[in-house]
C-alpha cells in the first residue's frame, strides 16, 4: 500500500492547514489510518486516528484544533489543523494498516512550520 501525502507548507502563529493522504488501495479497505508526527530531535507521536467503524482518537495537544476526516469518493483522509502553534511544527506522516492485514504502511511525510 502506497500513502501519498499532501498539504504541507510554512503557516504563521494561528493559521490554518489542511493535510490529505491518499492511500493506493480503498479507504472502506483500510482498517486504520491515522496521523503521526515528528519534530527535530523528538520521538515520532500520534496526532490522530480513525479506525473504519468510525472511532477517532486525538492526541490531547491537538484537541479541539485539529479534525481527521475521510472521503471515499476522494479516496483521501485528511487532517485539518486550525489554530496553529509553533510546537506543531514537525514532518506529519500518513500511516495506514489495511484490513486482515498486520502490515504498517507509512507515507513519505510533509513538512509543517508554524512561524511565530
Known amino acids: 500500500v502506497q500513502l501519498v501525502e499532501s ?4 503557516v504563521q502563529v494561528g493559521g490554518s492547514l489542511r493535510l490529505s493522504c491518499k492511500p493506493s488501495r480503498s479507504i472502506p479497505s483500510m482498517r486504520l489510518l491515522a496521523w503521526y508526527r515528528q519534530a527535530p530531535g523528538e520521538q515520532r507521536e500520534l496526532v490522530a486516528e480513525r479506525i473504519n467503524g468510525g472511532r477517532i482518537t486525538y492526541a490531547d495537544s491537538v484537541k479541539d484544533r485539529f479534525t481527521i476526516s475521510k472521503d471515499n469518493v476522494a479516496n483521501a483522509v485528511y487532517l485539518q489543523m486550525n489554530s496553529l502553534k ?6 506529519y506522516y500518513c500511516y495506514g494498516q489495511p484490513l486482515g492485514d498486520r502490515a504498517e504502511y507509512w507515507g513519505q ?3 509543517v512550520t508554524v512561524s511565530s
Open 7 to 10: 498539504g504541507g507548507g510554512l
Open 109 to 111: 511525510g510533509t513538512q
Open 86 to 91: 509553533p510546537e506543531d511544527t514537525a514532518v
